[in-house]
């Protein structure tokens, strides 16, 4: 079974701390996604790394930052945290590029509050 | 613009019935998959069934299938017998075949589904 894991599962910081969301998957996929998921938006895409050190932008990217320095672990980083960013996070991975067909698993999201 | 459309917040459906979750997209692109996933309250999303854009046959997974119908660009997702275990939220996404590295996904707002006893 594919494994996808997040650091934490509840998360509560102040504003303008710097926050690290970690996410590990044991499948060794190629690619990795960073979401978050607000009540009537669905999930929306932050960033996501097609291999080790690389990284695109998704739709919302401001405000965030990515590190993929090993295959199997992908860091959303809130350089300073603001209480927009109070959300759920949720992390993906899928394995090698087929277009459109790659299904994405994902972990079970860290709830960040951020007072 | 790519788009998927979720029109039902919520639903009630009574435990051994079947369900029909509704889903419509929008893209111009010829190439796309679908998928289905299931939330639960623990928060993870659970992926139930795809459908790519030149199948000719619905998906099915056990007691889930994708009702696909291309033409009118709507992919509903058909739970037979309901189960309690069913309640959760349920998100209909959309995988485009463009270029790039790696397939990004479109998601709707979701439709939180009770399944009652």
């Known amino acids: 079974d594919v494994k996808v894991t997040q650091s934490s599962r509840y998360l509560v910081k102040r504003t303008g701390e710097k926050v690290f969301l970690e996410c590990v998957q044991d499948?060794?996929?190629?690619?990795m996604f960073w979401y978050r998921q607000d009540p009537g938006l669905g999930l929306r895409l932050i960033y996501f790394?097609?291999?080790?050190?690389?990284?695109e932008k998704g739709d919302i990217p401001e405000g965030y930052s990515v590190s993929r320095e090993k295959k199997e672990r992908f860091s959303l980083i809130l350089e300073s945290a603001s209480t927009n960013q109070t959300s759920m996070y949720l992390c993906?991975?899928?394995?090698?590029?087929?277009?459109?067909?790659?299904?994405?698993?994902f972990g079970p999201g860290t709830r960040l509050t951020v007072l | 613009a790519q788009k998927i459309t979720q029109t039902q917040p919520g639903m009630f459906v009574q435990e051994k019935e079947a369900v029909t979750l509704d889903c419509t997209y929008d893209?111009?692109?010829?190439?796309?998959?679908l998928f289905w996933y299931k939330q639960p309250s623990s928060g993870e999303m659970i992926f139930l069934i795809y459908?790519?854009?030149?199948?000719?046959q619905n998906a099915t997974e056990g007691r889930y299938s994708l009702n696909f119908q291309k033409a009118r660009k709507s992919a509903n997702l058909v739970i037979s017998a309901s189960q309690l275990g069913d309640s959760a939220m349920y998100f209909c996404?959309?995988?485009?075949?463009?270029?790039?590295?790696?397939?990004?996904?479109?998601f709707g707002t979701g439709t939180l589904l009770a399944v009652q006893p």
């Open positions: 993906a991975s899928s394995p090698y590029y087929r277009p459109f067909t790659d299904t994405q698993y």
């Open positions: 499948m060794d996929h190629e690619n």
């Open positions: 790394s097609y291999d080790v050190k690389m990284k």
């Open positions: 893209t111009s692109d010829p190439s796309y998959g």
């Open positions: 459908q790519g854009s030149y199948d000719q």
């Open positions: 996404a959309m995988s485009l075949g463009g270029g790039g590295a790696t397939n990004k996904l479109i």
